[in-house]
């Protein structure tokens, strides 16, 4: 048996994780040869490296947090699971570590936004947890990721993909504003030629308010913003400091109109050759790992924040102008993007959990 900490409190994820795995064909419970070659839950843990993917700098909360996780687990299971952690792009973009986990080659776990799910096929009903200002809070997101239905919905794209979520913990910096011009209200955003990121949601926001949305890709943004391709971008306030994007850019408005939750994406097909203590362990410390992502986010926010109203103007934008004007927008989406009835369900959901 391996040696662990003493766990206090296990959460309901940690424990439908486990518990689902159970019941997949990759034989933990029964003993049957693993989609990996060895006996899974057979008793018998061998020795393992697991190699860890972030897309984030080596000061980022996302990697601090992975390396923290890492040597917590090399602790946990005595040496017997090591983690090599390998940030910064270096195996490769999102799709590359997601093709590399389905086929379970190259990487074996990644640690990221649960909003990249959706680019998975299979996995396109968590597109919908990115509508914005569906989520007020990290907790409330984070319990509504924690639901029976989530769990459920979790399975079965684990299953689709062969990418299973075995956590979901860890802040991330909520998208924000900024612009050439200060944005109070909805209105206000009529003609901005905003730079967004290449995905549905931030389309169909800068879209609805009569914004100008234009992909750019993230290398170029600062020159574009110099240069005037765009007036606006979305990303939050960390990114303005760590980018310098404050230099090009004299208003910032904290709309934090999407928000995300890192979590520990694993290849289906190793974890199904990972023996029951093991998976206990890495249950565990990952979501120990994403408290010290919180923790870090929220420092590096502060920061961020401190560094913003010393150099550019900080406006504080009217939310309420922007949840009216963006209403019946994101409908056109259910059964699309999602499965019908899944924008309702989950509004439903973050209700409960405010």
């Known amino acids: 048996m391996l040696h662990r900490r003493t ?52 000061d ?11 040597d917590a687990v090399d602790e946990a299971t005595d040496g017997q699971v090591t983690v090599q952690v390998f940030p910064n792009s270096q195996l490769g973009d999102a799709n590359d570590l997601f093709a590399g986990m389905a086929s379970g080659q190259d990487v074996d776990m990644f640690y ?14 968590f597109a919908v947890v990115s509508v914005p ?12 990721l924690e639901t029976d239905r989530y769990q459920e919905l979790l399975d079965q794209a684990a299953e689709a993909t062969g990418v299973r979520v075995v956590a979901t913990a860890g802040d991330a910096e909520p998208r924000a504003l900024s612009a050439n011009r200060p944005i109070r209200t909805a209105d206000e955003m009529a003609g901005l030629k905003l730079r967004i990121a290449d995905a549905p949601m931030p389309q169909a926001f800068a879209t609805a308010l009569g914004a100008e949305p234009t992909v750019v890709p993230f290398s170029d943004l600062y020159l574009a913003l110099r240069q005037g391709v765009v007036d606006g971008q979305e990303n939050g306030a960390i990114t303005m400091v760590n980018q310098s994007l404050f230099e090009v850019q004299p ?30 362990a890495i249950v565990e410390e990952a979501n120990a790992a994403g408290d ?31 949840r009216t004007a963006l209403e019946g927008t994101f409908e056109q989406f259910d059964g699309e993007l999602w499965q019908e009835g899944l924008l309702e369900e989950t509004r439903q959901l973050a209700e409960e959990n405010r």
């Open 292 to 322: 010290v992502a919180t923790e870090e986010v929220a420092t590096q926010l502060e920061e961020a924040m401190t560094a913003l109203e010393g150099s550019i103007e900080v406006v504080e934008p009217d939310v309420e102008s922007f």
């Open 133 to 144: 200002f569906m989520w007020d809070s990290y907790e409330q997101f984070k319990a509504v």
């Open 112 to 125: 990221e936004g649960i909003s990249l799910y959706p680019t998975l096929e299979g996995a396109s009903d």
């Open 251 to 280: 208003y910032f408005m904290p709309t934090n109109y999407i928000r995300d939750v890192r979590s520990w994406y694993v290849s289906d097909q190793v974890w199904g050759g990972l023996c029951a203590d093991q998976q206990d």
């Open 60 to 70: 980022d909360p996302t990697t601090i947090a992975a390396q923290s996780f890492a």
């Open 7 to 58: 766990i206090r409190h296990r959460s309901a994820l940690c424990l439908t994780a486990v518990t689902a795995l159970t019941l997949t064909g990759c034989g933990f419970a029964t003993g049957e040869e693993s989609a990996s070659g060895g006996e899974s839950g057979s008793g018998d843990c061998a020795e393992v490296t697991l190699r860890l993917a972030t897309i984030r700098t080596d």
